[in-house]
Nanobody
Framework: QVQLVESGGGLVQTGGSLRLSCTVS???????LAWFRQVPGKKREAVTA????????YYTDSVKGRFAISSDNARNTLFLQMYSLKPEDTAVYYC????????????????WGQGTQVTVSS
C-alpha cells in the first residue's frame, strides 16, 4: 500500500505560478504517480502522469508547456510545477498512484491523496 498527502495549493492571480507537492509513503517503488484535477460537477481528469518507470510522461493538452511533473525519489515526493496559470486551471488537485493499467484512467489508480485546492483569480 501507499499513502499520499498533497500540499501547496492556494489562491493565485492569472499568470502566476504554484508548486504542488505530494509526499508518498509506503511501498513507493511499486507505483507510478500522476496528478489529476476535478471541478465540481465534472469528471476527474488526468493532468500529467508518469507513463512508465523510464520517466516518460503524459500531459493533457491544456497544460502542455505550462505544467511540469517531477519527483524527488530521495524525499519520496512528487511535484507539480504550474506556470502561467489560468482561471480554467481552478480545481482540486489530487496526486494518485497506480501499479498498472492506463495512466489517464481514474480506475487504474489504487491510492489517492486528499486533494488540494488551487484557485486562479482573473
Amino acid at each position: 500500500q501507499v499513502q499520499l498527502v498533497e500540499s501547496g495549493g492556494g489562491l493565485v492571480q492569472t499568470g502566476g505560478s504554484l508548486r504542488l507537492s505530494c509526499t508518498v509513503s509506503g511501498r513507493t517503488n511499486e507505483y507510478l504517480l500522476a496528478w489529476f484535477r476535478q471541478v465540481p460537477g465534472k469528471k476527474r481528469e488526468a493532468v500529467t502522469a508518469y507513463l512508465d518507470i523510464n520517466g516518460n510522461t503524459y500531459y493533457t493538452d491544456s497544460v502542455k508547456g505550462r505544467f511540469a511533473i517531477s519527483s524527488d525519489n530521495a524525499r519520496n515526493t512528487l511535484f507539480l510545477q504550474m506556470y502561467s496559470l489560468k482561471p480554467e486551471d481552478t480545481a482540486v488537485y489530487y496526486c494518485a498512484a497506480r501499479r498498472g493499467g492506463t495512466a489517464t484512467n481514474v480506475v487504474s489508480y489504487n491510492a489517492w491523496g486528499q486533494g488540494t485546492q488551487v484557485t486562479v483569480s482573473s
